[in-house]
T-cell receptor, first 113, second 114 residues
Framework: GDSVTQMEGPVTLSEEAFLTINCTYTATGYPSLFWYVQYPGEGLQLLLK?????DKGSNKGFEATYRKETTSFHLEKGSVQVSDSAVYFC????????????FGTGTSLTVIP | NAGVTQTPKFQVLKTGQSMTLQCAQD?????MSWYRQDPGMGLRLIHY???????DQGEVPNGYNVSRSTTEDFPLRLLSAAPSQTSVYFC?????????????FGPGTRLTVT
């Protein structure tokens, strides 16, 4: 079945460092891929998405590229800020089960000044 | 728009008690889902609904019931609470643009079963 494997955390970075959080997936066909962010005590918010191979999703300085050949959707940001401290979830929505989302286990990011 | 709302925010139950977690959305979304979030396990789908009157089981449905009498509301019922149901519960609603879905989450209910 469909699934998402996400880089384990926690990740601690200094402000202005480069961020990569790895995400790979297993799915039939071409799923839609998402990154969600969860700030402490809150629900998940959609950060970015990509719906077909080679699409790049971007938002708030974060980027992720849909790589069909490596079944990956790694999250990157060139210069993190303290306010980026949160838990990040990779997710997919399958081709034949679009309403059902499959989530990775989440990666906790802490950015220190 | 309030988006997706959940009540209560926190709840403590004793083993064997029953309760209902409320979820409502005001975006006229067709699809709604319930997830539980446990440390190291991400989000796991409990039940979902593709429209009023239609529900189905997700990955971890045992011990939970749902119903969808209106588009707006999707309550989750715990029939007889167990300590294994201690978790954070998220309700979500989603809509589709063609074959692409976007999902919106409520703020969560933190449940402790003693």
């Amino acid at each position: 079945g469909d699934s998402v494997t996400q880089m384990e955390g926690p990740v601690t970075l200094s402000e202005e460092a480069f961020l990569t959080i790895n995400c790979t997936y297993t799915a039939t066909g071409y799923p839609s891929l998402f990154w969600y962010v969860q700030y402490p005590g809150e629900g998940l918010q959609l950060l970015l998405k990509a719906t077909k191979a080679d699409d790049k999703g971007s938002n708030k300085g974060f980027e992720a590229t849909y790589r069909k050949e490596t079944t990956s959707f790694h999250l990157e940001k060139g210069s993190v800020q303290v306010s980026d401290s949160a838990v990040y979830f990779c997710a997919l929505s399958g081709l034949n089960t679009g309403n059902q989302f499959y989530f990775g286990t989440g990666t906790s990011l802490t950015v220190i000044p | 728009n309030a988006g997706v709302t959940q009540t209560p925010k926190f709840q403590v139950l004793k083993t064997g008690q029953s309760m209902t977690l409320q979820c409502a959305q005001d975006m006229n979304h067709e699809y709604m889902s319930w997830y539980r979030q446990d440390p190291g396990m991400g989000l796991r789908l409990i039940h979902y609904s593709v429209g009023a009157g239609i529900t189905d089981q997700g990955e971890v449905p045992n011990g939970y019931n749902v119903s969808r009498s209106t588009t707006e509301d999707f309550p989750l019922r715990l029939l007889s609470a167990a300590p294994s149901q201690t978790s954070v519960y998220f309700c979500a609603s989603s809509y589709s643009l063609g074959q692409v879905y976007e999902q919106y989450f409520g703020p969560g209910t933190r449940l402790t079963v003693t």
